[in-house]
C-alpha cells in the first residue's frame, strides 16, 4: 500500500465546478422508453392527465429528450448549502479486506437532510413554488424523503404534509421530528385522514404500511385540494434526472483521481441514488466511450429488478397513479418490514427497468442481516454509520473487493454512500443484538400480486 502520509483520501470539487446541467439519459437510450398510460384509457398519458398532481416545468422534464438540461440558478445557490459532494477512496475498508480492490464512494449522507433525496426535493419545491402552488403532499418510506422535502418546503415557503410509512413511522421516531422542526406534518400512512387510508385500515387495522400505500393517500389529498401537488421521492424520469448531479461531479472526481471505475454500485429502492450515480457513466457506456459493469442491489425481500417482471402495473397500491412499464412485484405486494424502509417498494424506475432489459445494467439481490453486517463493517473501517438502505450497496462493494482479491484483480468499485444511518440507531441495536431477522423472498405473496397486475 501506498505511504500513509502521502495517499489522497478525499477528491474535493470546487462549488463552482458544481454541474450546470442535469443529465438526460432518455436522449442516449438504445429503444425508446414505453410511455405512462393513463389508468382509466389504457391510452398514453399526456401532459393534461398529469397536471392536477405536478406542475408544468416537471411534466416538461419528465417526456423531455434533451441530453442536458440546465439547473435553475435558485437550485444551484441551495445545492451550494452540501454540494459538490465529497468523493472518497475508502482506504482503510480495502486494508480490511485486504484486497487489491481500489474502492471509492460519493458520500451523499453530508446533505443536511442525511441523504441524496435533497438533489430532487430542492428543484421540485423550486418548480412548484415558481408555479404559484402552495402545499405540497408527499409519501415517505425511512424517512428520508420526507425529511428532505420537509427541508426543501422550508427553503421555498411551501408547507408539506408527509404520509410516513407506519412501520418506519414506529421505527423512526426521530425522523418525524425533524420533518416537523422542518414545519412539516406527518401521519402515519396507511392513516385515517384519507378515503384509501380508512379503506385499508378497515380491511387490515395493524397494517405495517407500505410506500404503495402511502403514495396512493398523497396522491389522494394532492388531487382533491387545489392548492396541493404531489411531489414522489424516486422512480419518475424528472427525479432521476435531478440525481445525476451525483454522477457528473463522480465522473470529475475519479478523473481527479486518475482512475476509471470497473464497476459501478448503488442500492436500489425506486432507482434513484442508483441512477443518480451511475447514469451518467450509463451513458458514456450507451454512446460507445467507456464500458463499465453496473449494478443495482435490492433487498431479498423486496427483488423486483431480480425476480420481478417487467410490465405494466400501477406506481401506488389504491391504483390512482397512472401506468408505467417497470420491473414490479404487483401494486398489491406488500414487503415485510425490512428496516431499510426506502427499499420497501413493489417496482422500479421505468428507466433503470429498461436499462435491465436491455443488459446495460446487472441487478442482484441481498439479505438485510448480511447488509448490516457489511454496514458495520463500514463503519468500523471509514467511521460513517451508513443508513441501512446503503449497507447494501456496501454488501455488494465488499462481495466485489473480495472476488478481486481472489482473482488478484486491481478492480476499481465505485459506489453511491446514499445516506447516514444516525436516525437508523433502533436498527443498528436490533442487528447488534442478534435479533434482526432476514425474510425468505416471498415467492407466494408476489404470485398472488402478480396474478392481479392490470392488463394492457
Ligand atoms: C439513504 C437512502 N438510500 C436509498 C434509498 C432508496 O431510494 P432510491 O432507490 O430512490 O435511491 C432511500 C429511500 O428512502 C434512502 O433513504
Request: net charge positive; charged share 25%.
Given at each position: 500500500m501506498a505511504d500513509s502520509s502521502s495517499r489522497q483520501t478525499k477528491f474535493i470539487l470546487d462549488?463552482?465546478?458544481?454541474?450546470r446541467t442535469w443529465y438526460n439519459i432518455a436522449a442516449d437510450l438504445p429503444v425508446p422508453l414505453p410511455p405512462a398510460l393513463h389508468p382509466?384509457?389504457?391510452?398514453p398519458a399526456g401532459p393534461d392527465d398529469f397536471a392536477p398532481i405536478f406542475p408544468m416545468a416537471l411534466i416538461g422534464q419528465e417526456v423531455s429528450t434533451e441530453r442536458e438540461i440546465e439547473i435553475p440558478e435558485p437550485v444551484r445557490d441551495a445545492y451550494?448549502?452540501?454540494?459538490p459532494s465529497p468523493l472518497h477512496r475508502a482506504h482503510r475498508l480495502e486494508l480490511s479486506l485486504d484486497t487489491p480492490a481500489h474502492i471509492y464512494y460519493k458520500y451523499e449522507g453530508g446533505s443536511p437532510a442525511g441523504s441524496h433525496k435533497p438533489n430532487t426535493a430542492i428543484p421540485q419545491a423550486f418548480y412548484n413554488r415558481e408555479q404559484g402552488v402552495r402545499r405540497l403532499a408527499t409519501e415517505t418510506g425511512a424517512g428520508q424523503w420526507g425529511s428532505a422535502l420537509a427541508f426543501a418546503g422550508a427553503l421555498f415557503g411551501l408547507e408539506v404534509k408527509v404520509y410516513m410509512v407506519r412501520a418506519s413511522y414506529d421505527q423512526k421516531p426521530y425522523r418525524r421530528i425533524l420533518m416537523e422542526t422542518y414545519g412539516a406534518s406527518v401521519v402515519a400512512s396507511p392513516?385515517?385522514?384519507t378515503d384509501y387510508g380508512r379503506r385499508v385500515l378497515a380491511e387490515t387495522p395493524d397494517s405495517p404500511g407500505s410506500l404503495g400505500i402511502a403514495i396512493s393517500e398523497a396522491v389522494e389529498d394532492a388531487a382533491t385540494r387545489d392548492d396541493t401537488k404531489y411531489s414522489l421521492g424516486s422512480v419518475l424520469n424528472h427525479v432521476l434526472l435531478h440525481q445525476t448531479v451525483i454522477g457528473l461531479e463522480a465522473l470529475e472526481q475519479m478523473a481527479m483521481a486518475g482512475e476509471e471505475p470497473d464497476v459501478i454500485i448503488g442500492c436500489a429502492g425506486g432507482g434513484s441514488n442508483f441512477a443518480g450515480l451511475s447514469f451518467p457513466f450509463a451513458g458514456r457506456k450507451l454512446r460507445g466511450e467507456a464500458d463499465y459493469r453496473i449494478v443495482a442491489v435490492e433487498p431479498e425481500a423486496a427483488p423486483s429488478l431480480t425476480r420481478g417482471v417487467y410490465a405494466y402495473d400501477f406506481g401506488d397500491t389504491g391504483h390512482l397513479t397512472p401506468l408505467v412499464k417497470m420491473h414490479t412485484l404487483g401494486s398489491e405486494f406488500i414487503p415485510e418490514?425490512?428496516?431499510?424502509?426506502?427499499?420497501?417498494?413493489?417496482g422500479m424506475a421505468p428507466l433503470v427497468s429498461l436499462l435491465r432489459e436491455e443488459g446495460v445494467i446487472d441487478a442482484r439481490s441481498v439479505h438485510q442481516r448480511a447488509a448490516f453486517e457489511a454496514g458495520v463493517r463500514f463503519a468500523r473501517t471509514e467511521g460513517i454509520l451508513p443508513a441501512p438502505e446503503s449497507t447494501h450497496a456496501i454488501k455488494a462493494v465488499i462481495d466485489e473487493a473480495l472476488e478481486a482479491k481472489e482473482a488478484g484483480q486491481a478492480r476499481v468499485i465505485l459506489f453511491n454512500l446514499?445516506?447516514?444511518?444516525h436516525f437508523d440507531l433502533a436498527s443498528y441495536e436490533r442487528y447488534l443484538a442478534g435479533m434482526l431477522e432476514d425474510y425468505e423472498y416471498p415467492a407466494e405473496k408476489v404470485e398472488e400480486a402478480l396474478a392481479a397486475l392490470p392488463r394492457v
Open positions: 462549488e463552482d465546478r458544481m454541474p382509466g384509457t389504457g391510452k451550494r448549502l452540501y454540494r392513516s385515517p385522514t418490514p425490512i428496516h431499510a424502509g426506502g427499499l420497501r417498494y413493489h446514499s445516506g447516514h444511518g
